[in-house]
Antibody
Framework: EVQLVESGGGLVQPGGSLRLSCAAS????????MNWVRQVPGKGLEWVSY????????YYADSVEGRFTISRDNAKNSLYLQMNSLRDEDTAVYYC???????????WGQGTLVTVSS | DIQLTQSPSFLSASVGDRVTITCRAS??????LAWYQQEPGKAPKLLIY???TLQSEVPSRFSGSGSGTEFTLTISSLQPEDFATYYC?????????FGPGTKVDVK
């Protein structure tokens, strides 16, 4: 069974940092591109970042470019999101999601809540 | 960036109704469109990809159509478990944007 489990969310002050993790199981993690998607509670979905299976190609949303860093460790079946210089508007539930080639995100984690507040 | 709009934003319907949601892209995205269903407090679920291909185990009452810039998601006979919010997503080019969502509620 495919599982994605996020962790690392919590309360952080503006300007602070947080590192999210996504533990993958039930599939060959090293062969799939992965993504982070976030959702402000009660609002819509916002794509945050993408990384290819090898980690060689990475994209970011303009809203997080220069502040967030996506990475992966295929030996540990894990995806990461390092979030620096956090702002109030980064408050959201963060999901990791597996990309099914060019067909969409077929598996999602349960999400981890990041709250940026003083 | 490619912008997606959805209409309507909110839809009231009854069990058994035929429901259609439209997604429009600001430029041609070919067939790189997916639809998701999200229930409150849960992660989104992939329903349809490549405009009209049903994801595994998705009921056949869901269907998708369209091309270029206009796409539709149709639920042929609404079931109780279908009351949720639906999002379209374009996978043509980064950033991979989502539509703003359509909430389907009980009439």
């Amino acid at each position: 069974e495919v599982q994605l489990v996020e962790s690392g969310g919590g309360l952080v002050q503006p300007g602070g940092s947080l590192r999210l993790s996504c533990a993958a199981s039930g599939f060959t993690f090293s062969t799939y591109a992965m993504n982070w998607v976030r959702q402000v509670p009660g609002k819509g979905l916002e794509w945050v970042s993408y990384i290819t299976s090898s980690g060689n190609t990475i994209y970011y949303a303009d809203s997080v470019e220069g502040r967030f860093t996506i990475s992966r460790d295929n030996a540990k079946n894990s995806l990461y999101l390092q979030m620096n210089s956090l702002r109030d508007e980064d408050t959201a539930v963060y999901y990791c999601a597996r990309k099914k080639y060019s067909s969409g995100y077929d598996y999602w984690g349960q999400g981890t809540l990041v709250t940026v507040s003083s | 960036d490619i912008q997606l709009t959805q209409s309507p934003s909110f839809l009231s319907a009854s069990v058994g109704d035929r429901v259609t949601i439209t997604c429009r892209a600001s430029q041609d995205i070919s067939s790189y469109l997916a639809w998701y269903q999200q229930e409150p407090g849960k992660a989104p679920k992939l329903l349809i990809y490549a405009v009209s291909t049903l994801q595994s185990e998705v009921p056949s009452r869901f269907s998708g159509s369209g091309s270029g810039t206009e796409f539709t998601l149709t639920i042929s006979s609404l079931q109780p478990e279908d009351f949720a919010t639906y999002y379209c997503q374009q996978l043509n080019s980064y950033p991979l944007t989502f539509g703003p969502g359509t909430k389907v509620d009980v009439k």
